[in-house]
């Protein structure tokens, strides 16, 4: 029998291309929990993006299944280890779409910046206000990236760019490497109280999961502008909404929601508050990479062969 390629999530059609001769390549709405149950039954290998969740009960639903594809970075929404236990390989995509995200943060932090998105959503119901509008600029500024990773390091040069003072907290990274970049590593406590920015870039993992919660808002620079284009749920979105309020933090800039999809949040509700859909890694060039990456895995997996690293 041909094995069965599920595809639970939009996957680049180059990615299909590379699949489609050898495989019977099925597609189900990840998100359609009972359906995705029902489809797992006969799949040999599943890919998927950050909507559809492979845990345990998925893992046990799919009998054939040799292989969970993850068509981007993180594997939050996979579990790991009930797959390994069942002996699923899990291969994911970790450099596919990390100069697209890293370039989504900085467009965030810019427009909460220079009020972008108000102002232009304000110009087209008609209102030409410009002092309303004033915003700041990021040279001279101070900048703290948490997590230096491979997108927290994109971000960083980038940012190096626009004269910021770097600064940034990754208990697992060495001051050298960072001290390479430009970055002075710190403590959680000191980034918190330095910046005029502050740029997320974590996992999400049950340790960075409300990092920056009710308490540690309390300490920031006031006006601080944070943008989390990693993960929701990292930065507790009920207590950020009462610091927006409060004026402490000055703007928010958000790719990810602890709730996704979702089309109401508390924090909707801010002017200087700059809200998409989960787009980091949506551009033409991450998902071309994210998606001939995982075929390629899940190809060479299906058919017994060495899978490199991605
Ligand atoms: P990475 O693993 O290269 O970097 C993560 C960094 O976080 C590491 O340096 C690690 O040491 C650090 N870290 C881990 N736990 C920490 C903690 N408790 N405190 C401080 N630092 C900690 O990952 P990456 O490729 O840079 O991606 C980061 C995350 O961005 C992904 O896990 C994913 O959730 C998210 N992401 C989002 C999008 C999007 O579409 N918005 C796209 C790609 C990735
Ligand atoms: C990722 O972790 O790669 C991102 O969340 C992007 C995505 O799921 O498309």
Same mark, same amino acid.
């Given at each position: 029998?041909?094995?069965?390629?599920?595809?639970?999530?939009?996957?680049?059609?180059?990615?299909?291309?590379?699949?489609?001769?050898?495989?019977?390549?099925?597609?189900?709405?990840?998100?359609?929990?009972?359906?995705?149950?029902?489809?797992?039954?006969?799949?040999?290998?599943?890919?998927?993006?950050?909507?559809?969740?492979?845990?345990?009960?998925?893992?046990?639903?799919?009998?054939?299944?040799?292989?969970?594809?993850?068509?981007?970075?993180?594997?939050?929404?996979?579990?790991?280890?009930?797959?390994?236990?069942? /002996? #699923?390989?899990?291969? !994911? =995509?970790?450099?596919?779409?990390? @100069?697209?995200?890293?370039?989504? %943060?900085? +467009? $965030?932090?810019?427009?909460?910046?220079?009020?972008?998105?108000?102002?232009?959503?304000?110009?087209?119901?008609?209102?030409?206000?410009?002092?309303?509008?004033?915003?700041?600029?990021?040279?001279?500024?101070?900048?703290?990236?948490?997590?230096?990773?491979?997108?927290?390091?994109?971000?960083?040069?980038?940012?190096?760019?626009?004269?910021?003072?770097?600064?940034?907290?990754?208990?697992?990274?060495?001051?050298?490497?960072?001290?390479?970049?430009?970055?002075?590593?710190?403590?959680?406590?000191?980034?918190?109280?330095?910046?005029?920015?502050?740029?997320?870039?974590?996992?999400?993992?049950?340790?960075?999961?409300?990092?920056?919660?009710?308490?540690?808002?309390?300490?920031?620079?006031? /006006? #601080?502008?944070?943008? !989390? =284009?990693?993960?929701?749920?990292? @930065?507790?979105?009920?207590?950020? %909404?009462? +610091? $927006?309020?409060?004026?402490?933090?000055?703007?928010?800039?958000?790719?990810?929601?602890?709730?996704?999809?979702?089309?109401?949040?508390?924090?909707?509700?801010?002017?200087?508050?700059?809200?998409?859909?989960?787009?980091?890694?949506?551009?033409?060039?991450?998902?071309?990479?994210?998606?001939?990456?995982?075929?390629?895995?899940?190809?060479?997996?299906?058919?017994?062969?060495?899978?490199?690293?991605?």
């Amino acid at each position: 029998m041909t094995p069965v390629v599920l595809i639970a999530e939009e996957l680049a059609p180059a990615a299909i291309d590379v699949l489609a001769y050898d495989f019977d390549v099925r597609h189900v709405d990840g998100t359609d929990r009972p359906a995705l149950l029902a489809a797992l039954a006969e799949a040999d290998a599943v890919i998927v993006r950050s909507a559809t969740r492979i845990d345990a009960e998925a893992v046990a639903a799919a009998p054939r299944l040799k292989v969970v594809a993850r068509a981007g970075v993180g594997l939050d929404n996979v579990d790991v280890p009930a797959a390994t236990a069942r /002996g #699923v390989m899990v291969v !994911n =995509a970790p450099t596919s779409n990390i @100069v697209s995200a890293a370039e989504q %943060a900085i +467009a $965030l932090l810019l427009s909460v910046a220079r009020h972008t998105s108000a102002a232009s959503a304000a110009l087209k119901r008609g209102e030409w206000k410009r002092a309303k509008y004033t915003g700041v600029e990021v040279q001279g500024k101070t900048v703290g990236v948490v997590g230096l990773g491979r997108i927290g390091v994109l971000f960083a040069q980038r940012m190096a760019a626009f004269g910021t003072r770097l600064i940034a907290y990754d208990p697992y990274i060495q001051p050298a490497r960072a001290a390479q970049l430009g970055v002075r590593l710190v403590g959680l406590d000191e980034l918190l109280r330095e910046s005029d920015f502050i740029s997320i870039h974590l996992p999400r993992t049950p340790e960075t999961l409300g990092l920056i919660g009710e308490k540690e808002l309390a300490t920031v620079k006031p /006006g #601080v502008r944070i943008i !989390n =284009a990693a993960r929701g749920g990292l @930065v507790d979105e009920r207590a950020l %909404a009462d +610091a $927006l309020a409060e004026g402490r933090v000055g703007g928010a800039g958000l790719d990810v929601f602890v709730t996704e999809p979702t089309t109401e949040s508390p924090l909707f509700a801010f002017d200087n508050v700059v809200v998409t859909p989960h787009l980091g890694a949506s551009t033409a060039e991450a998902q071309d990479k994210a998606g001939l990456s995982v075929a390629r895995s899940v190809k060479l997996a299906l058919q017994g062969e060495f899978v490199p690293d991605a």
